[in-house]
């Protein structure tokens, strides 16, 4: 960091005791290293990436083959919101969101009528999301399903 | 008299009020003071007009002469105005009439005059009292609306007003022996605020509970139905519940004892304490099973409010000093979840049943504590970490001093050097 | 020979530097009572460094689309370890750059430092200042956070009312009519990508400048050399200034390590394009005087409309601001005297306009 001079070395001629500058030096050379550790150490710890890949905002692996039997759902939460993961009796898996448009409570499957109900005020939307019956106004909000592998991927549809 | 009537005659000859043949009624009867006149708009608007049909469907006469001694002539079936008794059976006649409905709307039910007979209004009505409402008293004559037009007497928004027209004026209704309280109390409900504040239109109004053209107050045994067409779950825990058979030998409502018919305000936990605004100790006496069951209640209700007020304030505390806690927000979204599913399961009477919600919430109120505990350990954690960083950069920054004090000394001064 | 003599040795074999660095060892700095100012470029400097770094480290877990932005910035907060650290430096160091560019170019125009021969660093100076605020500007939208997507409405809205061009520049810069995922994308590529390129270009070239002219001497302090020859200072370069820059750097680093710890950068909800604008919303703090100075412009100035004058009058006034070495040539007194108040009262204008748009709610 400083250019040490070799033409003249103040310890030299300096009237400076030399244990003073080594107690100096020790203070500069170890405070550097010192903040040069408290500068590393979080750095080194940052390019590690983390166990979970993100944060599912967009896309998030809602449950594995063979986890839900036919006529069965699953909640499972997509970013801030809980989703709905249902396999319906025909094998097909749909995924919409579990907040109602009514009065946002979380809904569920009821499998002897193959739709969904909102528990608080009886609303009833299909297996697209449709609302049916009862109070909500607009319906379900639709995800993609894939299937990749043994993982049932869950995203958000596309749009501009 | 000839005289504003050719004036009329000559002045709006022209206006086509609805597109079809001119309307010879209408040019007298825009410009006449009321009860005869009929406004533009209510000719322009009504549903009648802009279907085709005009005065002489319902009234009878010749709307093509402006001769009115033929216009309104017995010759030409004119009945001039239709009395209040006569009013139900001249709607009728199209509007039960299915195959004649059906060139018009076939989707329209063809019921009305039918169940309007089973009503307690068309019951009076064959009793010869016409104070009771008959069709136009809430379809109005000559402005009629579909139910689905804002504008309409019978929106679902409009409705409770259109009824309170009469039932809410006690001058009105004297004679009748029932309260005029109901609309007064019904604005006051959470169900108006639903439809008529926020416009949730599947908020119930007066003819959502009582049916519009037979409408009945429902029976004692039946008020419980009705409302569970909406909420369920309650009425299905009530159902199981030991109140049931004890309202029915009582004869008192479900419901509608706790919650009032009309003025259904927005349930409180205090409902079910045993102090001020009890419903409880309505029956309950002090120490029997029922009251100890309902102070047990009421604890754990509050008990989890408390738990997850406090979660909050902690998390409210690590936001405000910069950490990051949306992940344990959205947690606390399930804890407020099961204290209302567990305040929806008290319809149920057992204190096992509405513990297990309790306890499903006290678990997520107790986990999003601790991640705001954590939360404030991590920013200490990192205060800590920010007081060594500080202090090796002050250890730093004092040897630099030194140093640069030490190669400046006068003792090593050179030329071109200068010193500090 | 020393182990640093020995590298140093064999680099010089290979680049065959030693002609080039000889100078840069004699190379002194003037020492007077106005040589502290002479820190503020390099601290600037340092904290571009720093962004640079910071930025790095950022764009290895941040995603540039509208569906993930948010959340990615929200996931170096809260899962990637230290990475709160990372962002809220990269926050503060970029307000503190922009301030400490400002006092750097003030500092310059009231030591009048930009006087020949160094008419050409001040020009690539104000350069360096515009790109400051186009990085300010474009890394602001990144984290896609309701003041970001509102900020960036605004703040293109009002460079579309540009005459002529202004529709345009305002399409340009947001990719499209509205502020979309098109624009975030856009501001991306500025922002790591275009900006950093020019930056790089011409704070090479203003280094290279003040590296061959040296430090200017204020007028008052030279008059007073050259009566008293004695009294000139001048300290060298390496090492005794080099250390005291590097402890204006630590004390820097400090600084930001302090504030990002105890005031670490929020973040904020994620933007929703249909919701209304929240109220009182407004840009960064080093654009409020300019905003601000819109906002009080009644609608109409005779013909023309409000906002197109304050916006004509600022883009004037920047050009003046920029030509200002032409004006002040050395000589007369007159000049000198205007453009010194013209200084002061762009000064104050400028931080009262700041203070005003931050209290009016």
Known sequence: ?????????????????????????????????????????????????????????????AARVGELRRGSAKVFPLGNRPALLVLGNDGEYHAMSAVCTHLNCTVQYLADVHNVWCACHNGRYDLTGRNISGPPPRPLEQFDVHVRGDEIVVSRQRNS | MWLPIAFGVLFFLPVGVSAQTTNSCLDCHLVLDPPQKVSREEAAKDIHFQKGLNCTSCHGGDATNDDPNIAMGRAKGFKGKITRAQVPALCGSCHSNGSYMRQYNPSLRTDQLSLYVTSVHGKLFAHGDT?????????????????????????????????SRCHGSADYMKGYKIPTGQFNDYSKSVHHEALAVRGDLSAPTCTTCHGSHGATPPGVA??????STCHVFQAQLFDASPHKAVFLAMELPGCVTCHSNHL???????????????????????????????QDIHGKLKKLEAAISRSDQILDQAESSGMEVSQARLQQAQGRDALTKARVTIHGAQVEQVNSDVQTGMNVAEATYQAGVAALAELNYRRKGLAVSLATIILVLIGLRFYIKHIESPSTARHGDSST | MSLSAKVRNWLDERFVWSELTAPLKKKTVPKHKYSYWYFLGGITLFLFMIQVFTGILLL????????????SVQYIMTRVKFGWLVRSIH????????????????SVFFLKAYRKPRELTWLSGIVLLGLVLGFGFSGYLLPWNTVSFFATKVGTEVAGQVPVVGHGIMVFLRG?????????????????ALLPGLATLFIGLHLLLVQRLGMSVPKSVEAEWKTLPKERREMHFFPNFLLRELSAWYVALAVLGALAAIWPWGLGVKADPFAPAPTGIRPEWYFLFMFQTLKVLPAKLGPLDGELVGILAFSVGALLW???????????????????????FVLTYMVAMTIYGYFAA
């Open chain 1, 1 to 61: 960091m400083s250019s040490e001079k070799p033409v003249h070395r103040p310890s030299d001629d300096s009237p400076e005791k030399p244990e003073r500058r080594r107690f100096f030096g020790m203070f500069l050379g170890g405070g550097l290293f010192a903040s040069a550790i408290s500068f590393l150490y979080p750095i080194l710890r940052y390019l590690v990436p983390p166990a979970t890949v993100d944060l599912g905002g967009d896309s998030v692996v």
């Open chain 2, 131 to 163: 104070k009771v409402a008959v069709c136009v008293d809430c379809h109005s004559t000559h402005s009629i609306r579909p139910p689905a037009d804002t504008q309409s007497t019978v929106n679902p928004v409009n409705v409770a007003e259109t009824c």
């Open chain 2, 222 to 227: 039946s008020v419980s139905a009705v409302c």
């Open chain 2, 264 to 294: 259904i305000a927005h349930p409180t936990d205090e409902m079910l304490s045993t102090g001020a605004g009890s419903v409880c100790v309505k029956c309950h006496l002090d120490g029997d099973a029922g009251f100890l069951a309902a």
């Open chain 3, 60 to 71: 290895l877990y941040y995603r540039p689309s509208s569906n993930e932005a948010f959340e």
């Open chain 3, 91 to 106: 926050s503060w160091s970029a307000n503190l750059m922009v301030l400490t560019a400002f006092m750097h170019m003030f």
């Open chain 3, 176 to 192: 499209g009519e509205e502020v979309t995922g098109a624009t975030l994308s856009r501001f991306f590529g500025f922002h790591v």
């Open chain 3, 322 to 344: 920029a030509l200002l070495p032409f004006f002040d040539k050395d000589g007369t007194n007159r000049p000198r005297r205007w453009i010194m108040g013209a200084g002061i």
